[in-house]
């Protein structure tokens, strides 16, 4: 590879237009294998795509196509934009990123106690989408891309940025750790559920009911964490909960309490994702997918005997995505399950539906009572960070010297659906 000078006279990166850009994107999009966690799993031209399992299950990978809006993932941050890149002669556009800054909360490395203190805010940015044509890679096209992305955050603010990619995608870690000195920092659990063509039993002991948003919003201010305890919740948490593919925000609460013990609760929002993203499993076993659909066949034959039948996956398929997920008392297990079938119930009136999923904190309690399925669900996402503006980090945060990147995690890891 030449010197990066040499690169950037052969390389042009602009933002994307969309009258002139859009065909090529969507090819650029198609050509791609993508993730879980949305990378390329190739960046930097090295063997292998990266996908949303972890290597012990025989080879099944779960894919995502975004499609629809190419802003889709970023359009909600006052701040966005998308970058592509050219080259050659010919100006053709081999590779892709998105960028945008919002403010979310932060974790802390103090050890004050954080029932005495605020929830931290901090300007983040988010660089999402990075795609490279398998024809130009190893070109130093990544490089220039995510380069001029950060640069492109950092004069509007931003004290930190993130991006996901997966730890079974070498390849992909080694570029942002390497070249780009990124730092693994989270790793959220993927939990997906499919969704059954038979309704969802919720338990008569459990009262489910849908808040409306302000009430929604005023419901996640007073039972969110404060100080450290909870990262990357939106500022704007309240226009999320009003969005028209937010489909409801439910609470369940027991009908008959036991006075003698503490009171429980669970709260979770569904986000329609169907419109904005396609997953896809490949690489199952024949003798799998004759099963699974021997299983459509009996239960659209035999409704009466509730087949839990799976959907047909191996095609291009939505999702409805959960996010916000709380619960407390000695019920809130229980509670969050029958919010989970709720979730289920709602889904199965789209057709375009075939899963539930959820993304959540290792450590967030409530990883543990969500319904999911092994061969939907992973481990392998890796949300990697780096402080572009050591200056505005601290002021953002406050007058503490800490650096968040050191920080460990938090109890709660919010994971903002508009930019899975």
């Known amino acids: 590879m030449g010197s990066e000078e040499e690169i950037s006279?052969?390389?042009?990166?602009?933002?994307?237009?969309?009258?002139?850009?859009l065909p090529a994107v969507e090819e650029l999009e198609r050509r791609c294998q993508v993730g879980l966690s949305g990378d390329q799993g190739d960046h930097n031209g090295g063997e292998g795509n990266g996908n949303g399992k972890k290597k012990k299950k025989r080879g099944m990978s779960l894919h995502?196509?975004?499609i629809g809006d190419p802003f889709a993932r970023v359009r909600h941050a006052p701040d966005h934009v998308m970058l592509v890149a050219e080259y050659g002669e010919e100006d053709e556009v081999v590779g892709v990123i998105k960028a945008c800054v919002r403010m979310v909360s932060r974790g802390d490395t103090t050890a004050s106690s954080s029932k005495t203190k605020k929830r931290k805010f901090v300007k983040m940015a988010c660089l999402l989408g990075l795609r490279v044509s398998p024809t130009h890679r190893r070109l130093g096209i990544a490089t220039v891309l995510v380069r001029r992305a950060e640069a492109w955050c950092a004069a509007r603010?931003?004290?930190?940025?993130?991006?996901?990619?997966?730890?079974?995608n070498a390849p992909s870690l080694a570029?942002?750790?390497?070249?780009?000195?990124y730092a693994p920092f989270r790793r959220p659990l993927f939990l997906g559920?499919?969704?059954h063509r038979h309704r969802a039993r919720v338990p008569r002991a459990h009262h489910v009911m849908q808040l409306p948003p302000p009430l929604a919003a005023a419901a996640y201010a007073a039972l969110l964490p404060p100080a450290g305890a909870a990262e990357f919740v939106p500022t704007d948490l309240p226009t999320l909960l009003a969005h028209k593919l937010t489909l409801g925000t439910y609470l369940a609460i027991e009908r008959n309490p036991d006075p003698a013990l503490p009171p429980s609760f669970a709260v979770l929002s569904i986000w329609d994702a169907t419109r904005s993203l396609r997953l896809r499993v490949s690489g199952a076993p024949p003798l799998l997918r004759a099963s699974?659909?021997?299983?459509r066949g009996l239960d659209s034959h035999a409704p009466w005997l509730r087949v839990p039948s799976v959907p047909d996956v191996f095609r291009p398929f939505g999702t409805y995505l959960l996010y916000g997920l709380r619960m407390s008392g000695p019920e809130g297990p229980a509670l969050l399950r029958s919010l989970c079938r709720q979730a289920h119930n709602v889904a199965r009136k789209n057709p375009a539906c075939a899963v539930v999923a959820a993304d959540l904190g290792p450590d967030d309690p409530a990883a543990a009572a969500v319904p999911h399925w092994p061969r939907f669900s992973c481990d392998d996402d890796v949300w990697c960070i780096k402080k572009l503006n050591a200056a505005t980090a601290n002021s953002n945060a406050s007058d503490d010297d800490d650096d968040w990147t050191t920080a460990p995690p938090a109890g709660v890891l919010f994971v903002d659906p508009r930019e899975f």
């Not at 390389?11 to 850009?21: H, L, P, Q």
Request: charged residues 20%; without cysteine; aromatic residues 10%.
């Open 64 to 66: 995502v196509e975004q």
């Open 9 to 21: 006279m052969v390389i042009r990166v602009r933002e994307f237009i969309m009258e002139k850009d």
């Open 292 to 295: 699974l659909a021997a299983a």
């Open 175 to 181: 570029l942002f750790a390497g070249r780009f000195a």
């Open 193 to 195: 559920h499919p969704v």
């Open 157 to 168: 603010g931003a004290a930190y940025a993130t991006m996901a990619t997966t730890a079974s």
